[in-house]
């Protein structure tokens, strides 16, 4: 009993030196709290709406907008606050949500479209902010916009890419399992089909693996594509040494490959493996699409490019790979790095091309900030270039 007797009287000193410490704070005198208030909330509201990166209104309860920030601005254009909403965005489904969320106070997201200069495809979530009982203009409602049209576009892409290749792998499989059947079957006893369907079947799983090593090529640089190479490469001599391994191909094809200014050392920031790649697909599409007895030229030269902030040099090195076959239409310049894209299919399948060889060169000059340039006259030959920036000496001294 003495023992709680004792905790209620240290209990009660407590309480008591508490309130004397409170009671010294000051309290804000009935005319300094609203002006304080009005001064804290009133740039704090602005300052949040402005920070929020994505297009974002407040709206009071008769929908007129109190505050937008400015990626709503460049959006819309034409929004300002004191304008209703519906000068904005006309979409009945978000002025709906709006009356809605009124009602039920939770929030409700709507798809939209926007037009302006192209179709823009939108979530657009209204939300409560509370304080049912203030008037206008007090703020009532929060609408955040997130623009989907971009993520649409990369999910398009992806089924795409996943329709495109299980079209290119089936019908290697489909012929594949075709000729064992017939091999089970009719063919059973036949010597010299046999030999000839084993051959076909050899080669369907050759463009089965090529097909595989080329979507994991892509896969690869894809993931690198933010990381800038480190190390450095020289350039000519990764040239020299895909001439030097591509030399049989193109005997056989019938075509001379040509050197020009491969001789000196030519070094870029980059990963030799990749660059190798690279200039292997050019010439291997020169010889591929090249004319017959013609010639491919692998040619490398220095340009002077105009010195800019962040460069390490001023200096540019010019690889390009010119045949003089066909040719390429203009209108399919444009779409040629472009995955599964082929100027003709069946001509493309019977070189035992997969579409992919120039998206995988275009994916590497990009991790490599470097250009690709494509130039083509029908009837006279086409020209694949990559230009890269230069690194001095001094630098490739020390890799
Ligand atoms: P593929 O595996 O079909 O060769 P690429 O991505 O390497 O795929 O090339 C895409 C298409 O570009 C080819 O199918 C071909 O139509 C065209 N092409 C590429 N290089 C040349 C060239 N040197 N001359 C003519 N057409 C070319």
Redesign the pocket.
């Known amino acids: 009993m003495a023992l709680l007797d004792s905790l209620v009287i240290g209990f009660r000193r407590l309480v008591r030196r508490l309130g004397r410490r409170w009671r010294r704070v000051p309290a804000a005198t009935p005319a300094a709290r609203p002006a304080a208030q009005s001064e804290s909330a009133e740039p704090t509201w602005r300052a949040i709406v402005e920070a929020v990166a994505e297009p974002v209104v407040v709206v009071d309860r008769t929908g007129v907008v109190r505050q937008c920030n400015s990626p709503s601005i460049a959006l819309f254009g034409r929004v300002r606050p004191g304008q209703h909403i519906s000068i904005m965005c006309r979409n009945p489904e978000l002025l709906d949500a709006i009356e809605t969320v009124q009602e039920s106070r939770e929030p409700v997201t709507v798809e939209i479209l926007v037009l302006g200069p192209s179709l823009r495809h939108m979530t657009a979530t209204v939300a409560w902010l509370g304080g049912a009982s203030l008037p206008p203009p007090a703020p009532k409602l929060l609408v955040t916009f997130r623009d989907r049209t971009e993520e649409d576009r990369l999910n398009r892409m992806r089924a795409d890419f996943v329709a495109n290749a299980s079209h290119e792998l089936r019908t290697p499989l489909a012929s594949l399992r075709g000729f064992i059947d017939t091999l089970r079957g009719p063919a059973r006893e036949d010597r010299e089909a046999r030999e000839r369907f084993l051959a076909i079947m050899a080669a369907q799983g050759e463009r089965m693996t090529r097909l595989i090593d080329d979507l994991l090529s892509l896969s690869r640089v894809e993931m690198r594509a933010h990381l800038p190479p480190n190390s450095l490469a020289d350039l000519a001599e990764v040239a020299r040494n895909v001439v030097q391994s591509l030399e049989p191909v193109a005997t056989a094809a019938s075509i001379t490959l040509e050197m020009a200014g491969l001789a000196d050392a030519a070094w870029v920031r980059g990963d030799r493996d990749e660059l190798t790649q690279v200039v292997q697909?050019l010439v291997q599409?020169?010889i591929?699409?090249?004319r017959p007895g013609g010639h491919v030229t692998i040619r490398l030269v220095c340009e002077r490019a105009a010195a800019s902030q962040g460069k390490e040099t001023a200096r540019r090195y010019r690889l390009s790979i010119a045949?003089d076959?066909p040719?390429?239409s203009p209108e399919h310049l444009p779409r040629?790095t472009e995955r599964f894209?082929?100027?003709?299919v069946t001509s493309?399948r019977e070189k035992g091309?997969?579409?992919?060889?120039?998206?995988i060169v275009k994916h590497i000059v990009n991790r490599h900030r470097g250009d690709l340039d494509i130039d083509s006259k029908v009837g006279q030959g086409?020209t694949?270039s990559v230009v890269l920036d230069a690194v001095e000496p001094a630098d490739a001294a020390r890799p």
Do not use: C, E, H, P
Not at 341 to 344: A, G, K, L, W
Not at 353 to 359: D, H, N, P, V, Y
């Open positions: 697909n599409n020169g591929k699409y090249g045949d076959g040719g390429i040629l894209y082929r100027v003709n493309s091309g997969t579409g992919l060889g120039l998206a086409s694949f």
